[in-house]
Protein backbone atom coordinates (compact mmCIF):
# COMPACT_ATOMS: atom_id res chain seq x y z
CA UNK A 1 0.00 0.00 0.00
CA UNK A 2 1.33 3.24 -0.94
CA UNK A 3 0.67 6.59 1.31
CA UNK A 4 1.48 10.00 0.47
CA UNK A 5 3.10 12.31 2.67
CA UNK A 6 4.50 15.58 1.25
CA UNK A 7 4.58 14.79 -2.13
CA UNK A 8 6.79 11.45 -1.56
CA UNK A 9 5.71 7.75 -2.32
CA UNK A 10 6.62 5.36 0.07
CA UNK A 11 6.73 1.57 -0.53
CA UNK A 12 4.94 -0.63 1.81
CA UNK A 13 4.37 -3.97 0.27
CA UNK A 14 5.51 -5.66 -2.44
CA UNK A 15 2.19 -7.50 -3.86
CA UNK A 16 1.07 -3.71 -3.75
CA UNK A 17 3.45 -2.98 -6.06
CA UNK A 18 2.94 -5.47 -8.74
CA UNK A 19 -0.76 -4.52 -8.52
CA UNK A 20 -0.20 -1.19 -9.26
CA UNK A 21 -1.13 0.58 -12.57
CA UNK A 22 1.44 1.60 -15.08
CA UNK A 23 0.69 5.82 -14.07
CA UNK A 24 1.51 4.98 -10.81
CA UNK A 25 4.59 2.77 -11.43
CA UNK A 26 5.53 6.13 -13.24
CA UNK A 27 4.32 8.54 -10.42
CA UNK A 28 6.74 6.26 -8.17
CA UNK A 29 9.81 6.73 -10.30
CA UNK A 30 9.68 10.38 -11.03
CA UNK A 31 10.37 10.63 -7.51
CA UNK A 32 12.94 8.89 -7.51
CA UNK A 33 14.46 10.64 -10.64
CA UNK A 34 13.59 13.76 -9.13
CA UNK A 35 15.30 12.72 -6.12
CA UNK A 36 18.27 12.17 -7.59
CA UNK A 37 18.34 15.32 -9.71
CA UNK A 38 18.44 17.30 -6.36
CA UNK A 39 21.22 15.36 -5.12
CA UNK A 40 23.23 15.63 -8.29
CA UNK A 41 22.14 19.82 -8.39
CA UNK A 42 23.30 19.84 -4.44
CA UNK A 43 26.70 18.74 -5.36
CA UNK A 44 26.69 20.70 -8.76
CA UNK A 45 26.20 24.07 -6.65
CA UNK A 46 28.74 22.90 -4.20
CA UNK A 47 31.48 22.16 -7.25
CA UNK A 48 30.24 25.42 -8.90
CA UNK A 49 31.27 27.45 -5.84
CA UNK A 50 34.88 26.25 -5.14
CA UNK A 51 35.83 26.10 -9.23
CA UNK A 52 39.29 26.66 -7.94
CA UNK A 53 39.72 22.91 -6.34
CA UNK A 54 38.07 21.76 -9.00
CA UNK A 55 39.76 23.12 -11.86
CA UNK A 56 43.15 23.90 -10.90
CA UNK A 57 43.65 21.34 -8.27
CA UNK A 58 41.81 18.06 -9.94
CA UNK A 59 40.98 18.54 -13.63
CA UNK A 60 44.39 20.45 -14.83
CA UNK A 61 46.60 18.46 -12.42
CA UNK A 62 47.48 15.58 -14.57
CA UNK A 63 48.92 17.60 -17.27
CA UNK A 64 51.86 18.66 -15.24
CA UNK A 65 55.05 17.02 -13.71
CA UNK A 66 54.56 17.40 -10.42
CA UNK A 67 51.17 15.28 -10.36
CA UNK A 68 51.29 12.46 -7.93
CA UNK A 69 51.52 10.05 -10.83
CA UNK A 70 53.54 11.90 -13.12
CA UNK A 71 56.29 12.11 -10.02
CA UNK A 72 56.39 8.25 -9.47
CA UNK A 73 56.63 6.91 -13.07
CA UNK A 74 59.85 9.26 -13.40
CA UNK A 75 61.14 8.36 -10.49
CA UNK A 76 60.70 4.79 -11.39
CA UNK A 77 61.48 5.52 -15.05
CA UNK A 78 64.76 6.74 -13.66
CA UNK A 79 65.12 4.10 -11.52
CA UNK A 80 65.08 1.25 -14.60
CA UNK A 81 66.54 3.77 -16.67
CA UNK A 82 63.47 4.02 -19.11
CA UNK A 83 63.33 8.02 -19.66
CA UNK A 84 60.44 7.76 -21.27
CA UNK A 85 58.33 7.56 -17.95
CA UNK A 86 58.95 11.04 -17.10
CA UNK A 87 55.78 12.28 -19.00
CA UNK A 88 54.06 15.47 -19.08
CA UNK A 89 57.66 17.62 -18.56
CA UNK A 90 56.61 20.25 -20.98
CA UNK A 91 52.91 20.76 -20.27
CA UNK A 92 50.79 22.16 -23.48
CA UNK A 93 48.91 25.75 -22.67
CA UNK A 94 45.06 25.52 -22.32
CA UNK A 95 42.77 27.97 -24.48
CA UNK A 96 39.48 29.42 -24.56
CA UNK A 97 38.19 30.68 -27.98
CA UNK A 98 34.22 31.39 -27.66
CA UNK A 99 33.02 34.02 -25.23
CA UNK A 100 31.42 32.16 -23.51
CA UNK A 101 33.47 29.07 -23.57
CA UNK A 102 34.65 29.09 -19.54
CA UNK A 103 31.41 29.86 -18.10
CA UNK A 104 29.87 27.08 -20.06
CA UNK A 105 32.80 25.07 -19.40
CA UNK A 106 32.05 25.86 -15.72
CA UNK A 107 28.79 24.81 -15.22
CA UNK A 108 28.93 21.25 -17.50
CA UNK A 109 32.03 20.36 -15.57
CA UNK A 110 30.19 21.68 -12.18
CA UNK A 111 27.07 19.34 -13.69
CA UNK A 112 29.43 16.13 -13.93
CA UNK A 113 31.04 16.19 -11.15
CA UNK A 114 28.03 16.47 -9.54
CA UNK A 115 26.62 13.30 -10.98
CA UNK A 116 29.66 11.29 -10.42
CA UNK A 117 29.80 12.24 -6.95
CA UNK A 118 26.12 11.92 -6.54
CA UNK A 119 26.32 8.23 -8.05
CA UNK A 120 26.13 6.21 -5.35
CA UNK A 121 22.67 8.18 -4.47
CA UNK A 122 21.48 7.91 -7.82
CA UNK A 123 22.26 4.50 -8.10
CA UNK A 124 20.78 3.74 -4.71
CA UNK A 125 17.39 5.52 -6.18
CA UNK A 126 17.38 3.40 -9.02
CA UNK A 127 18.00 0.15 -7.13
CA UNK A 128 14.70 1.09 -4.68
CA UNK A 129 12.74 1.31 -7.78
CA UNK A 130 13.69 -2.11 -9.25
CA UNK A 131 13.66 -4.07 -6.13
CA UNK A 132 10.29 -4.46 -5.14
CA UNK A 133 9.98 -6.18 -8.86
CA UNK A 134 12.46 -9.01 -7.64
CA UNK A 135 11.73 -11.84 -6.32
CA UNK A 136 12.87 -12.69 -2.82
CA UNK A 137 15.66 -15.12 -4.04
CA UNK A 138 16.64 -12.38 -6.47
CA UNK A 139 16.74 -9.84 -3.91
CA UNK A 140 18.59 -12.51 -1.13
CA UNK A 141 21.37 -12.71 -4.04
CA UNK A 142 21.62 -8.86 -5.09
CA UNK A 143 22.30 -7.80 -1.68
CA UNK A 144 25.06 -5.26 -1.48
CA UNK A 145 24.40 -4.32 -4.91
CA UNK A 146 24.74 -0.17 -4.61
CA UNK A 147 27.50 -1.20 -1.97
CA UNK A 148 29.89 -2.99 -4.36
CA UNK A 149 28.86 -0.75 -7.45
CA UNK A 150 29.78 2.26 -6.05
CA UNK A 151 32.98 1.09 -4.75
CA UNK A 152 33.96 -0.32 -8.30
CA UNK A 153 32.69 2.75 -9.52
CA UNK A 154 34.58 4.81 -7.56
CA UNK A 155 37.47 2.51 -7.88
CA UNK A 156 37.36 2.82 -11.85
CA UNK A 157 36.96 6.78 -11.28
CA UNK A 158 40.51 6.63 -9.49
CA UNK A 159 42.04 4.83 -11.81
CA UNK A 160 41.29 6.72 -14.61
CA UNK A 161 42.32 9.96 -13.54
CA UNK A 162 45.31 8.73 -11.80
CA UNK A 163 47.00 6.00 -14.35
CA UNK A 164 44.84 6.28 -17.97
CA UNK A 165 44.36 10.06 -17.97
CA UNK A 166 47.99 11.46 -17.30
CA UNK A 167 49.61 8.96 -19.90
CA UNK A 168 46.96 9.82 -22.49
CA UNK A 169 47.31 13.53 -21.62
CA UNK A 170 51.07 13.06 -22.25
CA UNK A 171 50.66 11.28 -25.38
CA UNK A 172 48.01 13.05 -27.28
CA UNK A 173 49.05 16.43 -26.10
CA UNK A 174 52.66 15.70 -26.95
CA UNK A 175 52.31 13.95 -30.42
CA UNK A 176 52.87 16.25 -33.19
CA UNK A 177 52.34 15.47 -36.96
CA UNK A 178 55.30 18.45 -38.12
CA UNK A 179 57.63 20.54 -36.11
CA UNK A 180 55.57 23.82 -37.73
CA UNK A 181 52.37 22.51 -35.69
CA UNK A 182 52.28 23.77 -31.77
CA UNK A 183 49.50 21.84 -29.52
CA UNK A 184 47.82 24.59 -27.47
CA UNK A 185 44.36 22.71 -26.20
CA UNK A 186 41.10 24.22 -26.77
CA UNK A 187 39.53 23.81 -23.29
CA UNK A 188 36.23 21.83 -24.46
CA UNK A 189 39.02 19.43 -25.84
CA UNK A 190 40.40 18.83 -22.55
CA UNK A 191 37.28 18.18 -20.52
CA UNK A 192 36.16 16.00 -23.13
CA UNK A 193 39.11 13.63 -22.61
CA UNK A 194 39.44 14.23 -19.07
CA UNK A 195 35.41 13.44 -18.33
CA UNK A 196 35.63 10.58 -21.37
CA UNK A 197 38.19 8.83 -19.64
CA UNK A 198 36.59 9.10 -15.95
CA UNK A 199 33.37 7.65 -16.81
CA UNK A 200 34.71 5.00 -19.37
CA UNK A 201 37.00 3.80 -16.25
CA UNK A 202 34.33 3.91 -14.03
CA UNK A 203 31.95 1.69 -16.08
CA UNK A 204 34.68 -0.80 -17.20
CA UNK A 205 35.02 -1.43 -13.43
CA UNK A 206 31.49 -2.38 -13.12
CA UNK A 207 32.54 -5.34 -15.10
CA UNK A 208 31.96 -7.65 -12.20
CA UNK A 209 28.51 -6.50 -11.27
CA UNK A 210 27.33 -6.89 -15.02
CA UNK A 211 28.73 -10.21 -14.91
CA UNK A 212 27.14 -11.26 -11.97
CA UNK A 213 23.72 -10.19 -13.17
CA UNK A 214 24.42 -11.84 -17.04
CA UNK A 215 25.38 -15.17 -14.94
CA UNK A 216 22.11 -15.12 -12.72
CA UNK A 217 20.18 -15.03 -15.93
CA UNK A 218 21.80 -17.30 -17.69
CA UNK A 219 23.41 -15.47 -20.71
CA UNK A 220 26.88 -15.70 -19.08
CA UNK A 221 28.80 -19.32 -17.98
CA UNK A 222 32.19 -19.27 -16.32
CA UNK A 223 33.06 -21.94 -19.17
CA UNK A 224 31.63 -19.32 -21.55
CA UNK A 225 34.66 -16.31 -20.10
CA UNK A 226 37.41 -18.88 -20.06
CA UNK A 227 36.32 -19.83 -23.53
CA UNK A 228 36.95 -16.16 -24.75
CA UNK A 229 39.61 -15.65 -22.20
CA UNK A 230 42.11 -14.88 -25.02
CA UNK A 231 40.02 -13.15 -27.11
CA UNK A 232 39.08 -10.67 -23.81
CA UNK A 233 42.98 -10.38 -23.77
CA UNK A 234 43.45 -9.31 -27.19
CA UNK A 235 40.91 -6.95 -26.25
CA UNK A 236 42.45 -5.25 -23.21
CA UNK A 237 45.30 -5.21 -24.84
CA UNK A 238 44.58 -2.89 -27.68
CA UNK A 239 42.53 -0.86 -25.90
CA UNK A 240 45.83 -0.19 -23.56
CA UNK A 241 47.53 0.15 -26.35
CA UNK A 242 44.73 3.13 -27.64
CA UNK A 243 45.08 5.12 -24.47
CA UNK A 244 48.35 4.71 -23.56
CA UNK A 245 51.94 6.04 -24.67
CA UNK A 246 53.40 3.51 -27.11
CA UNK A 247 55.53 1.75 -25.07
CA UNK A 248 55.46 -1.63 -23.71
CA UNK A 249 55.05 -1.34 -19.76
CA UNK A 250 52.20 1.62 -20.13
CA UNK A 251 50.20 -1.08 -21.76
CA UNK A 252 50.82 -3.81 -19.05
CA UNK A 253 50.27 -1.21 -16.33
CA UNK A 254 47.30 -0.46 -17.90
CA UNK A 255 45.87 -3.51 -19.04
CA UNK A 256 46.95 -5.78 -15.59
CA UNK A 257 44.03 -4.41 -13.23
CA UNK A 258 41.12 -5.15 -16.27
CA UNK A 259 42.81 -8.42 -16.43
CA UNK A 260 42.25 -9.00 -12.98
CA UNK A 261 38.67 -7.69 -12.83
CA UNK A 262 38.25 -9.96 -15.99
CA UNK A 263 39.15 -13.31 -13.90
CA UNK A 264 37.39 -11.84 -10.69
CA UNK A 265 34.04 -11.74 -13.03
CA UNK A 266 34.92 -15.73 -13.99
CA UNK A 267 35.47 -16.12 -10.11
CA UNK A 268 31.61 -14.47 -9.48
CA UNK A 269 29.98 -16.28 -12.37
CA UNK A 270 31.53 -19.63 -10.70
CA UNK A 271 29.80 -18.77 -7.70
CA UNK A 272 26.68 -17.75 -9.06
CA UNK A 273 25.90 -21.01 -11.06
CA UNK A 274 26.85 -23.88 -7.79
CA UNK A 275 24.61 -21.60 -5.96
CA UNK A 276 22.16 -21.77 -8.70
CA UNK A 277 22.57 -25.87 -8.98
CA UNK A 278 22.36 -25.59 -5.21
CA UNK A 279 19.13 -24.31 -4.52
CA UNK A 280 17.48 -26.47 -8.02
CA UNK A 281 19.15 -29.70 -5.82
Same mark, same amino acid.
Given at each position: ???????TIFMKKEQD??????????????????????????????????????????????????????????????????? %??????????? +? &? =? $???? @??? /????????????????????????????????????????????????????????????????????? %??????????? +? &? =? $???? @??? /????????????????????????????????????HSLVIILAL??????????????????????????????????????????
Amino acid at each position: MFTFAKGTIFMKKEQDWKDMPFLQHLEVLRWHIIRSLLAVLFVAIIAFIFKNIIFDTIIFAPKTADFFTNVKLCEFGNYIGVE %SLCINKHPFKI +I &N =I $TLAG @QFS /THISVSIVAGFMIAFPYVFFEFWRFILPALKEKERKHSRGTVFFSSILFSLGGLFGYFLILPLSVHFLG %SYTVSSEVVNT +I &N =I $TSYI @QTF /TSVILAAGVIFELPIFIFFLSKIGLVTPAMLKKYRKHSLVIILALSAIITPPDIFSQILVSFPLLVLYEIGILISKRVVKKDKSVLV
